[in-house]
C-alpha cells in the first residue's frame, strides 16, 4: 500500500521539481507581509484551488510531530537539502498559502530564510536569477520553476507551463480576493463549478461533489477540538432552496455509505476513514451549508504511523 505524503515531502515538494529543489536571491529592499489578506491577494484565485496551513499553530500546539512524523523517517535528500540551505519547515516555517490552476500551482512560504545560503544553493541547481527573479528549466514542460523574495520573509514560488508564472505574485495595488479566511490553521476552498466539473477526482470524492452540486464556493478548515480534529464544510449557495437541497444530498450519501458497510458484516470504525465518513453532521442556514465531521487523533497517529 502507498504511504502516505508526509508534510515535509508536502514542503519539499512545493521548493522541489522533479528532485530539483530551488533557492532564491535575498531582496534587500523588501517589506515584510504581515496581513493574510494581503499574503492571499497575490494569489490568483477566480478559477482556482486555493489552500493555506498554519505551520507555527501546528508547532506551538505540539501537533506537528504528529503529523510530519519522526525526523529519523525524513528522507536522505531532504536531510541534505536542510545540511545544505539552513532550511528545515520544522522550524523555520510558519505559513503556506497555495493556489492550484489547471496549468500552474503557486505557493507562497513565510518564515525565516537563510537567503545566501538559498542563492547559492539555486546556482548549483543550475538556476538563472536576474534582479531578484529566479526560474529555473524543469524536467518537463510543466516543471517549469519560477520564484522571488516576496517579501523579507515570504518566498513566493510557481510551478508549471510558464517559464516566469511568478511573475503573477508580484506586488500590485490588487483588492483582497474577497475569500472568508477561516481561523482554522489548515483549510482549503474552491468555486464549487470547479469541484463539480473535476473528472479526476476519485470516484469517493466524486460521490460528495456530485452532492454539493450547485454550490457556489466550498470550504473545508480542519480544526483542533477537546477529543481531537474535526473538518468543518461551508458551502455558499445562490439561494435558501439550494442550500437545502445539498444538504439534503449530503445526508442521503452519508446514509448510504454507512448501509453500505453494514451490509458487508463490518461496523463503521471511529479511528478510521469509515467512522470519519459516516459521521458527518450537516445543516442549512440560508443560503449556506454547513458539515462537520469529527476526526480522533487515533487516525492522525495512524496516518503518521504509515499504518493506515
Not at 461551508?234 to 453500505?260: F, H, I, N, W, Y
Request: charged share 20%; proline share 6%.
Amino acid at each position: 500500500m502507498r504511504k502516505p505524503l508526509r508534510l515535509w515531502q508536502l514542503v519539499l515538494l512545493m521548493l522541489a521539481g522533479c528532485g530539483l529543489v530551488l533557492g532564491v536571491l535575498y531582496h534587500r529592499q523588501s517589506r515584510s507581509i504581515t496581513n493574510l489578506g494581503q499574503l492571499l491577494a497575490r494569489l490568483p484565485s477566480d478559477r482556482a484551488v486555493v489552500a493555506a496551513l498554519d505551520v507555527k499553530s501546528l508547532r506551538t500546539a505540539g501537533v506537528l510531530d504528529l503529523i510530519a512524523g519522526a525526523r529519523s523517517v525524513e528522507e536522505l535528500d531532504y536531510q541534505n537539502f536542510v545540511r545544505e540551505t539552513g532550511f528545515d519547515y520544522r522550524e523555520d516555517l510558519d505559513y503556506v498559502a497555495a493556489a492550484f490552476d489547471s496549468e500552474h500551482k503557486y505557493f507562497l512560504l513565510k518564515g525565516r530564510f537563510n537567503w545566501t545560503q538559498l542563492n547559492r544553493y539555486a546556482k548549483a541547481k543550475g538556476g538563472t536569477c536576474v534582479n531578484g527573479f529566479c526560474s529555473v528549466r524543469g524536467s518537463m514542460p510543466t516543471k517549469n520553476i519560477s520564484f522571488f523574495p516576496a517579501s523579507t520573509d515570504v518566498l513566493a514560488l510557481a510551478v508549471g507551463y510558464a517559464p516566469r508564472a511568478a511573475y503573477t505574485m508580484m506586488p500590485s495595488d490588487r483588492p483582497e480576493n474577497g475569500i472568508e479566511i477561516p481561523s482554522a490553521p489548515f483549510w482549503v476552498t474552491l468555486p464549487g463549478p470547479l469541484l463539480s466539473a473535476n473528472e479526476t477526482l476519485p470516484d469517493g470524492v466524486k460521490a460528495f461533489a456530485s452532492a454539493l452540486a450547485g454550490a457556489e464556493r466550498v470550504t473545508v478548515a480542519v480544526d483542533a477540538g477537546a477529543t481531537g480534529f474535526s473538518a468543518n464544510l461551508r458551502a455558499e449557495c445562490p439561494g435558501a432552496k439550494q442550500a437545502e437541497e445539498v444538504r439534503d444530498r449530503l445526508r442521503s450519501l452519508t446514509e448510504v455509505l454507512t448501509k453500505m458497510i453494514q451490509r458487508s458484516g463490518q461496523k463503521p470504525n471511529p479511528e478510521d476513514l469509515s467512522g470519519v465518513l459516516t459521521s458527518g453532521q450537516f445543516e442549512a442556514q440560508g443560503a449556506a451549508v454547513t458539515g462537520k465531521w469529527p476526526i480522533p487523533r487515533a487516525l492522525l497517529e495512524a496516518v503518521s504511523a504509515g499504518t493506515l
